[in-house]
Antibody
Framework: QLVESGGGLVQPGGSLRLSCAAS????????MIWVRQAPGKGLEWLSY????????YSADSLRGRFTISRDDAKNSLYLEMSSLSAEDTAVYYC???????????????WGQGTLVTVSS | QSVLTQPPSVSAAPGQKVTISCSGS????????VSWYQQLPGTAPKLLIY???KRPSGIPDRFSASKSATSATLGITGLQTGDEADYYC???????????FGGGTKLTVL
């Protein structure tokens, strides 16, 4: 399973680090992604990291403010977020990625999500 | 504005069939696998279809999917009230070097 943590209330311009703890599978063997969903909106892909962290892709819309990383020894995925604004308010999900990312991989395991609220 | 275009909503009566379209381009659907996700209210997305037409174990055969050129379609037969959810398509876009999702379609079972 996947369990996200680290969400909460943060002031505009602030930073936050989300974590995703994996269990029940060989974490280091899988690509992982972060996806978010603003209130009442659809899914927005944020970032992908391959096994071994050799390949990382992030949405251009993030303008380099978010950084994905992983610690295979701790079976954990992270998302460092900075320069947060109200538009970043959303539920953030981590998910396990299967298949080859650039031919249309798929997410077969999702966390329950963690809510990030950016407000003063 | 989503790269993949889905109808905002569809509806049908219990027991009927419904299809949900996902329109893209050669840089995404046209040359890559498509996956579909079901998101029940207040829950995380759930994988319904992967590699364009395959169902994970546990997904009933009422759910099916296909692709033609740059469009993909999810079909649901024998509609049940429990199928009321948001449905999303997803794939890789080679021009953007990004994973992309459709805007989502809300299914109402009348």
């Amino acid at each position: 399973q996947l369990v996200e943590s680290g969400g909460g209330l943060v002031q505009p311009g602030g930073s936050l680090r989300l974590s995703c703890a994996a269990s029940g599978f060989t974490f280091k063997s899988y690509g992982m992604i972060w996806v978010r969903q603003a209130p009442g909106k659809g899914l927005e892909w944020l970032s992908y990291i391959s096994p071994g962290s050799s390949i990382i892709y992030s949405a251009d819309s993030l303008r380099g403010r978010f950084t994905i990383s992983r610690d295979d020894a701790k079976n954990s995925l992270y998302l460092e977020m900075s320069s947060l604004s109200a538009e970043d308010t959303a539920v953030y999900y981590c998910a396990r990625d299967r298949g080859y990312y650039s031919s249309g991989s798929y997410r077969d395991l999702w966390g329950q999500g963690t809510l990030v609220t950016v407000s003063s | 504005q989503s790269v993949l275009t889905q109808p905002p909503s569809v509806s049908a009566a219990p027991g009927q069939k419904v299809t949900i379209s996902c329109s893209g381009s050669n840089s995404n659907i046209g040359n890559n696998y498509v996956s579909w996700y079901q998101q029940l209210p207040g829950t995380a997305p759930k994988l319904l279809i992967y590699e364009t037409t395959k169902r994970p174990s546990g997904i009933p055969d009422r759910f099916s999917a296909s692709k033609s050129a740059t469009s993909a379609t999810l079909g649901i037969t024998g509609l049940q009230t429990g199928d009321e959810a948001d449905y999303y398509c997803g794939t890789w876009d080679s021009s953007l070097s990004a994973m992309v999702f459709g805007g989502g379609t809300k299914l109402t079972v009348l």
